[in-house]
C-alpha cells in the first residue's frame, strides 16, 4: 500500500459519488484498453526501514572515506551542520517556485541576499537566482554573450574545465557556432595567441581563473583586448578563491560563472550543485534565469518578487532567454546560509588558509625525487605536478594509503599522461599532507622511479 | 524583515574555521589579489540561525500549507529519504571518483543505485534506455531535442520546426528554440485537445518531431494519442513526451507504449522529491531503442562479472550534458520513493491523484466556470469568466485564498484558458483537506458576488500585502549593494 495516500474506502465511495460515477476506473476512460502497459514488473512496495536498509548498504559500498586530494572544480570544504540544520527547514524545503510574493518572502528575500552576495563576490553590478550548475551557467553565458553582440564565434582558452568544454560543445552541435580553442602554455592561458584568435567576429572569449590546472591568473590585457574588438570576456571562477584574488570586475569581465558547490554543498556524487552567475547591469534583460527584485507592497512596505520575468519561458516561450524553470533555489539559500557564516573576514581566513596549506605541500612534494611541482603561474589551493611515471598509475596505487590523491591530467590531455593536479582544502591537515608525501614516495619507489 | 546585511556588526564572527597547522608561506603576489573589499554580512551563528528562521516563516510550503499548484505536483515529500541522501557514503562521495581506476571498486554502491533507478524508470514508463544526468525537466526537454537533432543527422535528414500544441509547458517551445529548431504551435480545439485538422496541416517533411504533454495542461488524456504518434512518425518524426504531468498516469500506461520515443520525467513532481523553493529537481530522460546510441555520455552499465561501470565509449552519443551523472542526491531520494511503493503503491499514485481532481472539480464546477466540461486527469481547470463579470480575476481569488492558509492554484495558465485556475490537489492530500480547498472556494466565489470591491485586499494577513510588480521592474534593485537607476 501507498503510506502517502489518504483516502480511506469510505471516501473513495463518497467522492465516486459526489463524481457521479461508479469506479476509480472509469474516470480513466479516455485511456483506452489498447493504451494499458504491456508490462508493468516492479518490485512489490517495502517498509521504509527495510528500504533504509537497503539503500543504506549501497551508500555503505562507496568509498567515500577516502582522504581527498582531488579536486577538478569540486572541492572537499567543510560543512558546518548548522546549514542542513536551517536548510531541511520544510518551510525551505517543501515550498516551490515563488510565484506568489505574499506567501514566498523567505525563499525570495533569501535568493536577494543570494544575489547580492554573489555580486559583492564577484563585484558584478547584477546576479540571477541560480542555474543548475557550473557547466550549464557557462553554457547560458555563452549563449548570452551570442545574443548580445549577435557574432557566432567563441574563443575558448583550454585551460577551462575540460568538462565544461564538452558540455559547451555538446550543446550546441545543432547549432551554427565557431570553436577556437587555445591550448595553455606552461599550465597558464596562452594569451599571445588568445589575443591573435580575438577577431572582429568573436563574440565571446571564454576564460577560468584559477584554471584547471589550479593556475592563477589575472585577464585584464585580454579583457582590454577583447573590449576592443568588440568581443565580451566571460569568466569562470571558483568561488573560495575570490576571498584572495583579484575580482572578475577588476579584471573588467562582462559575465561571471561559477560552480557554488564548495560554497556549503556537499559533493553528493555530482550533485545538485549551484550554478551563478553575474554581469553588469546593462546587460541584465539578456541574463538567463530568475530575478529577484526589490520593490513594495501597497502600503510601501520593502518587499521582493520574481522580476523581468518577460525574459522567461513561461511568458516568452520560444523568445526566452533560456528555457529554464527549475533551478536550484534551495542550494543557492543554502550557499546564502554559508556566506553570511563566513562573513567578509571569514571568507578572507579561508582563502588564506585553504592557500598555504596549499603552499606547504607544494614544498614537500618538490623535496620528492623525480617530483616536479609546476611553478609557471602562482596557485591558489590546487596545483600541477609532473611525476616520472603514469599519474593514473599512481593514483590507483596511492588508493591503497588512502588518498584520493588527485586528478591525472592524461584522460583529458593526452600529453599530460605524466601530470596530476592535487588539491588541496582546510580540512587538510599538516599529518594527513606528511602521509601523503610519505604514501607517494613508496609509490613511486615501488614503480621503480 | 531586515536583510541579513543590515544587522551586521563588524568584528563579529558565524563560524570558527581550521586554523593553519603549517609554516608560515609567502603570501600571494599582490598583482593577483582583490582590492575590493567583500561586504559579506558579519554576523554569529545565532544571527543566522534566527534570519533564517525567521525567513522561512514567511513562506508557504507543503509541509505547513495545502498546495494545489497546478502543473507542480506538490505532494508530500517522505523523510526518510532525505535521511538517504545525506548518508556519508553518498553526500561525501567526489564525482571524479569513478576515474581513479579500481575497475570503478570506489564507487560501486552509487553506481548499482544509478543502475537499478535507470532500470525502474525504464520499467515504469515503458522506454528501452534512460539518462539520470537532465538536472531539470526542462534540462531533459533540452537533452531530448538535442537526440532529436542527433537522429535526424545521422539519417540525413533535413528538418527545420517542432510541433508543439499552444495549451504546453512554457519549455517546450523554449527548448526546441534554444536546440536550433523553430517551433510550429498548434492550436487546441473547443474540448481542450489538440485540433486534429490543424495538426495534420502542419506535419510534413520538415518536421522533426514533436513535443507533447498527456495528459495535456487542462488535464484531459489523448485518447487520438496513438493517432498522433502515427502521423509524426510517417515523416519521421520524433514523439517526445513532457513528463510533467506523468503522476496522473502511473500503472495505468506508459508513454513508451502510446507510441513516444522520447520522455523526461520529474523526479521532483511524480516521485516526491522536495521542490525546495524552485529547485533542485532532476529530469531523467528515457528513450525508444532508435534514440539509444544517441544518449549523453557516461552510461552506466553492469559488465559480466556483475561490475557496474561507466561507459565513454559511444561515439554518437550527442556528449556530455552534465558534469557527472545527474543530481545524485535527487535520484537517491526517488529512489528510495519507488522501492518504498512498489508495483501497487505506484498505481495508488496516479488513480488517487485523478480521484482528488475530479472531487475537486465535481464540487466547484457549479460555481466556477470548468474549463472543460467533462472528466479531468489528475488536475482540473477553472476559468474566472463568471467572477469576472463582477470585477473580480483569478488573481483575486488566488490572493484570497492565500489568507485561508492555502496556497493558491497556478492561474493564467495555460494560457488557451481566459483568467484559468489550475488546480493539482495530488494523491496525499484527505479528503479533508479538499473539503478545505472547496470551501475556501466557495467562500472565495461569494464574496467576489456579494463585495467584489473587497476582493482586491486580500491578502491580508501575510506580512506584506501585495507588491508592486511594476516598480520592481522599473528600478530592477536587484543587488543590495548597488544603487537603482
Known amino acids: 500500500m501507498n503510506p502517502y495516500v489518504a483516502n480511506t474506502s469510505r471516501d473513495v465511495r463518497e467522492m465516486l459519488a459526489a463524481i457521479g460515477v461508479d469506479a476509480i476506473d472509469e474516470l480513466f476512460r479516455d485511456i483506452r484498453p489498447e493504451h494499458a502497459p504491456r508490462s508493468f514488473n516492479i518490485p512489490d512496495g517495502k517498509s521504509e526501514y527495510e528500504v533504509m536498509e537497503y539503500v543504506g548498504s549501497l551508500a555503505d559500498r562507496n568509498a567515500s572515506d577516502l582522504i581527498l586530494f582531488l579536486g577538478g572544480g569540486f572541492y572537499d570544504h567543510y560543512i558546518p551542520p548548522v546549514i542542513p540544520s536551517l536548510i531541511s527547514r520544510g518551510e525551505f524545503l517543501t515550498a516551490y517556485t515563488p510565484y506568489q510574493p505574499e506567501c514566498s518572502q523567505g525563499t525570495l528575500q533569501a535568493l536577494y541576499e543570494y544575489q547580492s552576495n554573489i555580486c559583492s563576490l564577484t563585484g558584478m553590478d547584477v546576479a540571477n537566482a541560480s542555474l543548475y550548475d557550473g557547466g550549464t551557467a557557462l553554457y547560458e553565458a555563452m549563449m548570452m554573450a551570442l545574443r548580445l553582440n549577435g557574432r557566432n564565434q567563441v574563443v575558448m582558452d583550454g585551460g577551462v574545465s575540460p568538462i565544461f568544454r564538452k558540455m559547451l560543445r555538446s550543446y550546441t552541435s545543432n547549432l551554427n557556432i565557431e570553436f577556437i580553442e587555445i591550448d595553455p602554455s606552461h599550465g597558464q592561458s596562452d594569451r599571445e595567441k588568445i589575443k591573435d584568435a580575438v577577431t572582429e567576429k568573436t563574440a565571446a572569449v571564454i576564460l577560468q581563473n584559477p584554471n584547471f590546472f589550479g593556475a592563477v591568473d589575472d585577464h585584464s590585457d585580454i579583457a582590454a583586448l577583447a573590449h576592443d574588438r568588440g568581443a565580451l570576456i566571460i569568466q569562470s571562477v571558483y568561488p573560495v578563491a575570490l576571498g584572495m584574488l583579484k575580482t572578475p570586475q577588476e579584471m573588467d569581465v562582462d559575465i561571471v560563472t561559477g560552480e557554488g558547490q564548495s560554497l556549503g554543498l556537499p559533493l553528493s556524487f555530482g550533485g545538485p550543485y549551484l550554478g551563478f552567475m553575474a554581469t553588469r547591469r546593462k546587460f541584465i534583460r539578456k541574463m538567463p534565469g530568475r530575478i529577484v527584485g526589490e520593490t513594495v507592497d501597497t502600503r510601501g512596505r520593502r518587499c521582493f518578487v520574481n522580476t523581468l520575468q518577460a525574459r522567461e519561458q513561461h511568458i516568452r516561450r520560444e523568445k526566452a532567454t533560456s528555457n529554464i524553470c527549475t533551478n536550484v533555489a534551495l542550494c543557492a539559500v543554502q550557499a546564502s546560509v554559508y556566506m553570511s557564516l563566513l562573513g567578509r573576514q571569514g571568507l578572507k581566513d579561508l582563502a588564506q588558509v585553504n592557500r598555504e596549506k596549499t603552499e606547504y605541500l607544494k614544498t614537500q612534494l618538490s623535496l620528492i625525487e623525480g617530483v616536479e611541482v609546476k611553478r609557471s603561474a602562482p596557485t591558489f589551493n590546487e596545483f600541477t605536478i609532473a611525476l616520472p611515471v603514469d599519474a593514473a598509475q599512481v593514483v590507483e596505487r596511492m588508493i591503497d594509503f588512502g588518498f584520493a590523491a588527485g586528478y591525472p591530467l592524461g584522460r583529458y590531455y593526452p600529453s599530460m599522461t605524466h601530470y596530476l593536479v592535487v588539491a588541496v582544502t582546510e580540512k587538510r591537515t599538516r599529518a594527513q599532507m606528511d602521509q601523503y608525501c610519505l604514501s607517494l614516495r613508496q609509490v613511486l619507489d615501488q614503480a621503480g622511479a | ?485
Open chain 2, 1 to 485: 524583515m531586515k536583510l541579513i546585511f543590515e544587522k551586521t556588526q563588524s568584528g563579529r564572527r558565524g563560524l570558527s574555521l581550521p586554523q593553519s597547522d603549517v609554516p608560515e608561506q609567502k603570501s600571494m603576489d599582490s598583482r593577483y589579489c582583490r582590492q575590493e573589499q567583500l561586504q559579506w554580512p558579519e554576523v554569529t551563528e545565532l544571527d543566522v540561525v534566527r534570519h533564517f528562521t525567521h525567513l522561512s516563516q514567511r513562506n508557504f510550503s507543503v509541509d505547513a500549507n495545502l498546495y494545489p499548484l497546478g502543473s507542480c505536483t506538490m505532494k508530500y515529500n517522505p523523510r526518510f529519504t532525505e535521511a538517504l541522501a545525506a548518508l556519508p557514503g553518498f553526500a561525501g562521495l567526489h564525482p571524479l571518483l569513478p576515474q581513479l581506476g579500481r575497475g570503478y571498486a570506489l564507487t560501486q554502491g552509487a553506481l548499482q543505485l544509478l543502475y537499478e533507478m535507470e532500470s525502474l524508470l525504464c520499467e515504469i514508463t515503458g522506454f528501452d534506455a534512460f539518462t539520470l544526468q537532465p538536472l531539470a525537466g526542462a534540462h531533459g526537454e533540452l537533452t531530448g531535442v538535442m537526440m532529436m537533432a542527433a537522429y535526424h543527422k545521422a539519417r540525413g535528414n533535413h528538418k527545420t520546426h517542432i510541433i508543439i500544441p499552444d495549451s504546453a509547458h512554457g519549455t517546450n517551445p523554449a527548448s526546441a528554440a534554444i536546440a536550433g529548431y523553430q517551433t510550429v504551435a498548434v492550436p487546441s480545439n473547443s474540448d481542450g485537445v489538440l485540433d486534429m485538422e490543424r495538426l495534420r496541416e502542419a506535419v510534413n517533411d520538415q518536421t522533426a518531431g514533436m513535443m507533447l504533454t498527456c495528459p495535456n495542461t487542462v488535464g484531459i488524456f489523448n485518447s487520438n494519442i496513438d493517432h498522433i504518434a502515427r502521423m509524426i512518425h510517417e515523416v519521421d518524426g520524433i514523439m517526445y513526451y513532457d513528463g510533467a504531468n506523468l503522476n496522473a498516469i502511473l500503472g495505468r500506461c506508459r508513454p513508451g507504449d502510446l507510441g513516444f520515443d522520447v520522455m523526461h520525467v520529474n523526479l521532483h513532481k511524480t516521485f516526491a522529491t522536495p521542490h525546495g523553493g524552485g529547485g533542485p529537481g532532476a529530469g531523467p530522460v528515457g528513450v525508444a531503442g532508435k534514440l539509444v546510441p544517441y544518449l549523453p555520455i557516461s552510461r552506466v552499465v553492469k559488465d559480466e562479472a556483475g561490475t557496474f561501470r561507466l561507459d565513454y565509449d559511444e561515439p554518437d552519443s550527442i556528449g556530455y550534458v552534465a558534469s557527472f551523472y545527474g543530481n545524485f542526491a535527487v535520484i537517491v531520494k526517488a529512489f528510495a520513493y519507488i522501492l518504498l511503493l512498489g508495483r501497487d503503491g505506484l498505481r495508488q499514485v496516479g488513480d488517487h491523484a485523478v480521484l482528488n481532481a475530479n472531487y475537486v472539480q465535481a464540487r466547484l464546477k457549479g460555481v466556477f466556470e470548468a474549463a472543460y466540461d467533462r472528466l479531468c486527469m489528475h488536475e482540473c481547470v477553472f476559468s474566472a469568466v463568471r467572477q469576472m463579470e463582477q470585477g473580480v480575476h483569478a488573481v483575486d481569488i488566488a490572493k484570497f485564498l492565500i489568507d485561508q492558509g492555502i496556497h493558491p492554484m497556478t492561474i493564467y495558465f495555460p494560457l488557451i484558458v481566459k483568467e484559468a485556475m489550475m488546480i493539482e490537489p495530488t494523491e496525499t492530500e484527505s479528503r479533508e483537506s479538499l473539503d478545505f480547498l472547496i470551501d475556501a472556494m466557495l467562500r472565495a466565489a461569494a464574496l467576489a458576488g456579494a463585495q467584489p470591491d473587497a476582493m482586491a485586499a486580500y491578502p491580508k494577513t501575510m506580512p506584506i500585502t501585495r507588491p508592486d510588480e511594476v516598480l520592481a521592474a522599473k528600478q530592477m534593485k536587484v543587488n543590495y549593494f548597488a544603487p537603482c537607476g
